[in-house]
């Protein structure tokens, strides 16, 4: 499809992780070399980068190669939970990130924001009860978001924090609860376009747009195997999936950031650029 008349998207693309610290600026330099101007560091099971120098070192490459860093927090958070001593972990967990990332440059960091307090409520999503309690979650992490959000106003770490939508249907983070702490902390947000197909079973393009119309959208995709409870797993991505996922947001005027998960990120990011390109 051609956009006639039309602004199209800026995507700048690159993959969910930058290997080790031994490695990360070869594999920035590798990146570079693809034409990809992003990458995603992976801090999924802990914040790997200790060090301040190694960290702007790494920073300090990425921006000589135009390449856009994000981080991406521990799996290990729930900002949601009944136990305090796991909120305040959890906290902790996001701010070293935001510490490490501002070493880095990076631009946001993105994290999983909980779980939901009565799962076994969600039988019936759409009964009053239901509601309640999810608006009280809503609450409860938009609460959370703010208080991570004033020490890093405070300390200067200049990163946006960014909850993400999730793909698990028993998991908070619908596109309507994200937005929803969005719109109540001003934080930012990441909208992982597989784990909307794995939720919804369909891309819900629509509901995506009505619900972010900012102009800088953080954005996953990759392939992804899901079932009634939505995600399983990451995949290989198909051409058709690029091609649908793509057109779509090649059509809207946005300066998107798309970082792929596939097993094979770069190898699949590389793929999805080059039929952007078409």
Not at 28 to 46: D, I, T
Not at 106 to 135: C, M, Q, T, W
Not at 238 to 244: E, L, N, Q, R, Y
Request: one cysteine or more; glycine letters at 10%; aromatic letters at 8%.
């Amino acid at each position: 499809m051609v956009f006639v008349g039309v602004v199209m998207s800026d995507i700048k693309f690159g993959p969910g992780g930058l290997g080790s610290i031994k490695d990360a600026v070869g594999n920035l330099e590798r990146f570079a070399a693809l034409g990809l101007r992003a990458c995603e560091v992976e801090f999924v099971y802990g914040a790997y980068i200790k060090n301040r120098e190694d960290a702007e070192r790494i920073g300090v490459r990425a921006r000589e190669l135009g390449i856009v860093l994000s981080v991406h927090a521990p799996y290990f958070v729930n900002l949601n939970s009944k136990d305090k001593d796991k909120i305040k972990a959890s906290r902790d967990r996001i701010l070293k990130c935001c510490e490490v990332g501002s070493w880095m440059g990076a631009a946001r960091v993105v994290f999983h924001p909980g779980f939901y307090s009565n799962p076994s409520s969600l039988a019936k999503k759409d009964s009053l009860e239901a509601k309640k309690l999810i608006s009280e979650d809503v609450e409860r992490v938009a609460g959370e978001i703010l208080k991570i959000m004033e020490v890093v106003e405070r300390e200067g770490l200049g990163v946006e924090v960014c909850p993400e939508v999730m793909g698990k249907v028993n998991v908070f983070g619908s596109i309507d609860e994200v937005s929803a702490l969005v719109d109540k902390t001003g934080c930012g947000f990441c909208i992982d376009v597989a784990h909307v197909l794995a939720r919804y079973g369909r891309y819900e393009f629509e509901r995506i747009e009505k619900a972010f119309p900012q102009k800088r959208w953080h954005v996953h995709f990759s392939g992804i195997d899901y079932g009634e409870k939505g995600e399983r797993k990451h995949v290989a991505t198909s051409v058709g999936d690029w091609k649908v996922v793509l057109e779509w947001l090649k059509g809207l005027d946005k300066d998107v950031v798309l970082i792929c998960e596939a097993p094979d990120p770069v190898g699949d990011v590389v793929e999805g650029k080059e039929i952007a390109s078409l």
